[in-house]
């Protein structure tokens, strides 16, 4: 059974960097049929794809997050990790990650919240 497991600091501070890793069981991060996704959703905005990791190893980013988000993988441990530089209150959210094939999101973690506040 393929199971995704996000783990964070819970609280960051403004301009301070966000880091969220995803661990795997169950799939390979490195299968090239599959993505490997950083999806948020905050009670304003809604839900908001952010990047993805492909099998392949190559980082995407949205256009609106590009320049402060950085995707990168671990194949020895199975995960993959999200950073997001000079946050402010506007990037607190539950932040999820997710397997993608033929882009659909077919499985998902629990979902972490991320608040940033000093």
């Known amino acids: 059974q393929v199971q995704l497991q996000e783990s964070g600091p819970g609280l960051v501070q403004p301009s301070q960097t966000l880091s969220l890793t995803c661990t795997v069981s169950?799939?390979?991060?490195?299968?090239?049929?599959?993505?490997w996704s950083w999806i948020r959703q905050s009670p304003e905005k809604g839900p908001e794809w952010m990047g993805a990791?492909?099998?392949?190893?190559?980082?995407v980013y949205s256009p609106s997050l590009k320049s402060r988000a950085s995707i990168f993988r671990d194949t020895s441990k199975n995960q993959f990790t999200l950073q997001v530089r000079s946050v402010t209150p506007e990037d607190t959210a539950v932040y999820y990650c997710?397997?993608?094939?033929?882009?659909?999101?077919?499985?998902w973690g629990q979902g972490a919240l991320i608040t940033v506040s000093s």
């Open positions: 997710a397997r993608v094939r033929d882009r659909t999101c077919d499985y």
């Open positions: 169950g799939a390979s991060v490195t299968t090239a049929t599959y993505d």
């Open positions: 990791m492909t099998g392949f190893g190559t980082a």
